[in-house]
């Protein structure tokens, strides 16, 4: 049953004007030729769309405001588990045609599963695009969820987990995870672990994707050249109007953190992989942006700190970064290098002294200056493809509540100043931090 369109709630943002001062809210543009607009189903499903007459290509999301996080105690990788299986066979469509109807026009899917959210999406050739809505919607709302796919994705997951588990450059960022939070949900595998993916039932998977695959808690985005009262008939077509009921709300209470702590993973490995951290700030928090200065300056490229003294200047590893991680309620900020077991106490020491010297001392102007700069070529930079802007879309909405133009994100990061990102420096790099370790040690 088709949605009605008399009942639908759209705006729209022109962009490309410049706002007179930063807000954290708002439209900004992406460019003077693309248009951003917005609609609520009545069902809550929201649509938005940026027409970007240029272009030939169209990027199609159905992005779902659940992630692991979101799981009940046992059911640990259910929401991994189901993303796989929303690509094996609906009531109309096999895994077959779900692949060869959006491979014989070119096109191509993917899916993924993060903490706090799970994205299925397509990039099609603009004419395609009833095609990729058609498939797309399908097979998110109407999987079949056979019990014999179960049992052959639960095979392919537990190949997946183990094959993890050979990478510890990726496996190491999940025990520092892990050590801070704990048993808390953020502290789990996306994927979820044997113990808990291999009793999992086809009902138990089936009974989350009824609870939690609601039209409130979907966001759908496309960006490419589309018309977005087209795109909004054809979700709603293809969606209905039978998924209205509110999933439940995830919990906002303070998360829980463990003391700081050491955790090292002997493994026979040619490398040692290490993350050092310490907990972050939360995704709204107004310092993210003088964070994302920070970062930039202490480990986010070749001309940062850490880089240039670990690597350029004494050759210990050769790969060295920091990075942090943000969620609706909580956060990470760490370091990673991969060295040779043997230089590990040495590429530690020099760590912490350089946390230390920023904490005390901070950075210097023309380090802002140049973080700065990194951050604003970063955001404008990643937004050249269809893709991209497709998922600053579904992120605006589904985890700012907003989006920030360009114009205005880029304001924001002017507007950092040199003591807004000391006195964050001072009070994220001088907490306890937490080790995590795997390799030969």
């Not at 692991?68 to 077959?96: M, Q, Y």
């Not at 994707?209 to 808690?217: F, G, I, M, V």
Request: net charge negative.
């Amino acid at each position: 049953m088709a949605l009605d369109q008399r009942d639908h709630r759209t705006s729209a943002v022109q962009h490309g004007t410049p706002r007179s001062k930063p807000s954290p809210r708002g439209g900004g543009g992406f460019d003077g030729g693309s248009t951003v607009r917005r609609t609520v189903l009545p069902s809550g499903l929201r649509v938005l769309t940026e027409a970007i007459p240029s272009m030939r290509s169209v990027s199609f999301g159905i992005w779902v405001a659940v992630g692991s996080r979101d799981e009940p105690e046992g059911l640990g990788g259910v929401s991994h588990f189901l993303e796989h299986l929303l690509f094996k066979g609906t009531n109309k469509r096999t895994a077959l045609d779900i692949s060869a109807q959006i491979e014989a026009v070119g096109g191509e899917t993917n899916a993924f599963t993060t903490k706090e959210y799970t994205c299925y999406y397509a990039r099609v050739l603009d004419e395609d695009l009833p095609l990729a809505i058609d498939v797309m919607c399908d097979l998110v709302a109407d999987s079949v969820l056979d019990p014999a796919d179960v049992e052959t994705e639960r095979g392919v997951i537990l190949e997946e987990i183990a094959m993890h588990d050979d990478e510890p450059g990726d496996e190491v960022h999940d025990v520092f995870a892990e050590a801070i939070y704990g048993d808390h949900p953020l502290g789990r595998l996306v994927s979820g672990t044997e113990d808990t993916i291999s009793p999992m039932s086809r009902e138990q998977i089936l009974d989350f994707y009824r609870e939690r695959y609601t039209a409130p808690s979907i966001v759908v985005a496309a960006a490419g050249n589309l018309d977005h009262d087209v795109v909004v008939e054809l979700v709603s077509q293809s969606l209905g109007a039978g998924i209205g009921v509110p999933a439940p709300l995830r919990p906002t209470s303070a998360v829980p953190t463990r003391p700081s702590d050491t955790v090292i993973r002997v493994k026979d490995t040619e490398q040692a992989h290490l993350v050092l951290g310490s907990t972050g700030i939360a995704r709204l928090d107004e310092r993210r942006f003088a964070l994302g200065v920070l970062n930039n300056v202490l480990g986010g490229g070749m001309s940062s700190r850490l880089f240039q003294e670990i690597r350029e200047k004494r050759g210990l590893a050769y790969s060295v970064y920091s990075y942090s991680g943000q969620y609706a309620d909580s956060g990470l900020f760490a370091v990673y290098a991969g060295c040779a077991p043997g230089k590990v106490d040495e590429v530690l020491a020099l760590t912490r002294t350089e946390l230390a010297a920023v904490a005390e001392k901070g950075l210097t102007e023309a380090e802002l200056a140049r973080g700065k700069g990194m951050a604003k070529g970063g955001h404008v930079l990643g937004l050249e493809d269809t893709g991209s802007r497709m998922s600053r879309l579904a992120k605006g909405e589904l985890l700012y509540g907003d989006l920030i133009g360009v114009d205005e994100l880029l304001a924001r990061v002017d507007a950092v100043t040199l003591d807004e990102v000391n006195a964050l420096a001072a009070d994220l790099l001088a907490r306890e931090t937490t080790l995590a370790a795997i390799g030969p040690l």
